[in-house]
């Protein structure tokens, strides 16, 4: 399943214990089999009842549905599945991740979300419920710094496609982004907005297991900006800097052999940093990347389909 917001560790689809705690008043299947397979006392002197089937019932497919009272939406097609929060109705276990989404085609994790670690930890409140942490569009190195709802545009459950806005963004700073999936893959555009007209860092950011190889349209480049000053890219090591072309494109080769092809398309003269940064559990890391222009405006579109 998705592991939206501040999970500590990623979420299955049949979670057999709560079944088993209500296996007497509502005899799943998994409760039932959980509860026979276990000896204890109370099997013992109250058998449950078998189940009538031996094997367990088949999970539905998933397919494309907005979540509106959570501000969540699952797009599928073909092979292809993707999570987007687009923000949240309560600011209840928040995280600074507004339009992060998690993808994958069939068994490939593309991108998934990390989740955090424990509570405690500096790694938990100063990187994995920061912005740098999901894929997500950010404005001078940050994301969405106050909880807002979110505000739905639209939704297409034939073309799986949704379109949503946080005009609450930051206090300056308005985003808007389109997901879209189809059977070749992803596409979405984001919109970035200043409504003072102020110059500020305007990009977004991109988190794999995958490893990243850049290709057309990236050139290496010395003497570019340091990353935006926020703690969350602190936690970055083996950084590298590169200038781009308004249409580019890189390589991620995933485990298990499949290679994606992920391209942008922006403003010119974009600035593209690659490094690696922190993943669960720890003290594993996964490959990082984020672009930026500096501006009062930007659009930018991104695609990810299968080499």
């Not at 907005?193 to 977004?204: E, H």
């Amino acid at each position: 399943l998705p592991n939206p917001g501040d999970s500590t560790s990623a979420q299955v689809a049949i979670n057999d214990l709560p079944h088993w705690y209500l296996f007497r008043v509502m005899p799943t299947y998994w409760g039932v089999a959980k509860a026979t397979a276990w000896r204890t006392w109370e099997s013992l002197l109250d058998p449950p009842t078998p189940n009538k089937s031996s094997s367990a019932p088949a999970v539905p497919t998933a397919s494309t549905h907005n979540f509106e009272s959570l501000r969540w939406a699952v797009l599928r097609a073909g092979t292809w599945q993707a999570f987007v929060r687009y923000g949240g109705m309560l600011a209840n276990h928040w995280s600074d991740e507004a339009f992060n989404f998690e993808l994958r085609q069939g068994s490939t994790a593309i991108a998934v979300d990390p989740g955090t670690v424990i509570y405690g930890s500096p790694y938990h409140v100063g990187y994995f419920q920061r912005g740098p942490a999901a894929n997500a569009p950010l404005v001078d190195g940050d994301n969405q710094r106050a909880w807002a709802p979110g505000t739905l545009k639209s939704f297409d459950l034939a073309t799986s496609t949704l379109s949503a806005e946080q005009p609450a963004f930051q206090s300056d700073a308005v985003v808007g982004r389109t997901v879209r999936l189809t059977s070749s893959g992803f596409v979405e555009q984001t919109t970035l907005r200043i409504p003072s007209g102020k110059s500020r860092r305007l990009g977004a950011t991109f988190s794999s297991s995958c490893d990243m190889a850049p290709g057309a349209g990236v050139s290496a480049a010395s003497g570019q900006p340091a990353l935006p000053a926020v703690t969350a890219f602190g936690y970055w090591t083996n950084t590298s800097t590169y200038t781009t072309a308004a249409n580019w494109q890189l390589t991620l080769k995933c485990p298990g052999g499949k290679n994606y092809v992920m391209q942008v398309w922006g403003p010119g003269a974009q600035r593209l940093y690659i490094g690696k940064a922190p993943n669960t559990p720890m003290p594993s890391t996964r490959n990082s990347l984020y672009y930026e222009v500096s501006g009062s405006s930007a659009v930018f579109e991104s695609s990810i389909t299968a080499q």
